[in-house]
């Protein structure tokens, strides 16, 4: 008999663990607390609507920490000091 295998999905972090975080992560990482996954999130940055900054470096994308912390802290990336 096959038992069906459940998906978990995992608890989206909190602010207060993102403040933690380094200052750049990579795009599924910060499309978790979005409540984005992996093709969500690249799907995001390949049309440009990626809530914040993503930094191209190479092949590899990078999302700002501090970016991400404003928005969820305050629904803007407009506070946010570059």
């Known amino acids: ?3 069906k295998r459940i998906a978990q ?3 989206p972090p909190t602010l207060e663990e993102i403040r933690q ?3 750049t992560v990579d795009v599924v990482t910060a499309g978790r607390p979005l409540g ?3 093709n969500g ?3 995001a940055v ?3 609507t990626f809530p914040v900054r993503v930094l191209k470096i190479g092949t590899r994308y990078r999302v700002v920490t501090s970016e991400l912390i404003a928005l969820l802290d305050t ?3 407009a ?3 570059t």
């Open 1 to 3: 008999m096959r038992t």
């Open 36 to 38: 984005l996954g992996r």
């Open 75 to 77: 629904g803007s990336t």
């Open 46 to 48: 390949k049309t440009g």
């Open 21 to 23: 975080w380094p200052a």
């Open 41 to 43: 999130a690249y799907d």
């Open 79 to 81: 506070e946010v000091i």
């Open 9 to 11: 999905v995992a608890q």
